[in-house]
């Protein structure tokens, strides 16, 4: 059994949806479901809630799945047991924002136009929705595909309890492929799919030299700086100019990138200057574009986020400070092991600075997929039908702790169908999404649906 996609039907479909789509997007932006601070643990069961209740209300099945950590929200259009089976993953907790730095409140979602402006409108609920109205209008018009749902809530924090969750309820997430939309394009005229995934390894670095603050003039020369150590320390570590990472044995195991692949990311369209603007960035470390795309998409990278200790407030306050710490994480490439790279900067930190204690933070393994195949191809024809644009195969500079454990649990392909742009502004301030990509993605995903319905 075959379905059309009637061009007509859906685009008044999709006109028809827009209202309550930015209806609900509204109600899930405004529920501050910050999964990295335990003050907002009522936030996150209150969208579980909102979720299930979203699924039921638009006839899928649901449920909401407790775990040792946040909660995950499973649902389903079912159409038959003979029909193939696609889950589609998203999150639904987000990185937690200021509301003294954004120009309108990050919890309380204003439409500008076009334009949806919250935390999480792109990362990741914007995209979710979108899928989901896709999801409903196949379910509708009875395309022969069961479409499952996985919401996690504990993306943002490496997806601790996801693992667990996956052995624990595998029968009920069985299926032929996944589809994530949780990722970027290169720019808002060059749809991307990627295929692989840096992972993560992040680390405090703690420093403590003494009982109290102490005067600078009458012990300054003569007590330890703890703040200048860990400066001296990150210098050994990094060569803040280039990037290059000096920790012996770090890049043993990066698996290199052919020619082919490189040449293949300055053709997917990405450009230099557009990366700056589209970040707000200043300058760039490179001005070659293939060695640009290299570095966020196949090199591994060691990050300073951010330096604790001593005086913080106005002015300056004339002391030697007793503690500091270092936030600290490494990108990591295909072939590279976190547990690896754990004992390295161990080893490293205890040869250069032996009194500084190093804790380990979140850990995910890098991950690459296909480009080529059913489910890829799928994904590229469905671009195409939505968007009238090619899509670019590439890799993806960010992590999503879930992917490898899916691709270990449950065993099937994964496609990467995401949705957001660079100017959005992932875990950025004034985070946007925008009606041209949501409702692009709809037709998308209502194409992709009708293409992996006749994969038997």
């Not at 001296?232 to 060569?239: K, Q, R």
Request: net charge negative; with cysteine.
């Amino acid at each position: 059994m075959t379905v059309e996609v009637q061009v007509d039907r859906l685009t008044a479909y999709i006109d028809a949806t827009r209202h309550v789509y930015e209806s609900k997007l509204k109600e899930l932006v405004d529920v501050p479901s910050v999964s990295m601070d335990p003050a907002h643990k009522p936030d996150i069961q209150k969208t579980a809630d909102l979720a299930h209740d979203l699924l039921k209300s638009l006839g899928a099945t649901a449920e909401i799945v407790k775990t040792k950590g946040n909660p995950v929200v499973i649902g389903e259009f079912h159409s038959d047991k003979s029909h193939p089976t696609v889950v589609v993953y998203n999150h639904l907790d987000v990185q937690p924002a200021d509301p003294s730095e954004w120009k309108s409140h990050p919890f309380i979602m204003k439409i500008d136009g076009e334009k949806y402006l919250g935390r999480g409108t792109t990362d990741d609920k914007g995209p979710t929705l979108a899928v989901l109205y896709a999801a409903k209008y196949a379910f509708e018009n009875k395309f022969p595909i069961n479409i499952k749902f996985c919401w996690e809530l504990e993306e943002e924090i490496g997806s601790p309890s996801f693992l667990e969750f996956l052995k624990n309820n595998k029968d009920k997430l069985a299926t032929k492929s996944v589809v994530i939309s949780d990722t970027i394009w290169v720019s808002k005229d060059k749809p991307a799919i990627p295929y692989g995934l840096r992972g993560l390894q992040a680390f405090l670095v703690k420093l403590k030299t003494g009982a109290k603050d102490v005067h600078s003039g009458e012990t300054g020369g003569l007590a330890r700086n703890p703040i200048t150590e860990l400066a001296a320390l990150i210098a050994e570590c990094i060569d803040a100019k280039t990037g290059e990472v000096k920790i012996p044995g770090f890049y043993d195991d990066v698996r290199k990138t052919d020619e082919a692949e490189l040449e293949g990311f300055v053709k997917s369209g990405f450009d230099l200057e557009h990366f700056r603007t589209a970040h707000e960035l200043h300058s760039l470390r490179t001005k070659d574009t293939k060695d640009g795309a290299s570095r966020v998409w196949t090199r591994p990278t060691f990050e300073v986020h951010g330096i604790t200790g001593g005086y913080a407030g106005p002015g300056v306050k004339t002391i030697v400070p007793h503690q500091a710490e270092a936030k600290i994480s490494t990108r990591l490439v295909p072939d590279q092991d976190p547990h690896k790279i754990i004992e390295l900067f161990k080893k490293f930190v205890k040869e250069k600075c032996p009194d500084a204690v190093v804790e380990v933070e979140g850990t995910l393994k890098p991950y690459i997929g296909e480009r080529e195949g059913v489910f890829p191809n799928a994904a590229k024809q469905a671009v195409k039908l939505a968007f009238d644009k090619e899509a670019a195969f590439i890799r993806e500079g960010g992590s999503i702790g879930a992917v490898v454990s899916m691709k270990e649990i449950l065993s099937v392909p994964i496609v990467f169908l995401g949705l957001s742009l660079p100017e959005h502004g992932y875990h950025a301030i004034n985070e946007n999404f925008d009606w041209g990509q949501a409702s692009g993605g709809m037709k998308l995903f209502v194409h992709y649906f009708k293409l992996l319905s006749e994969i038997r």
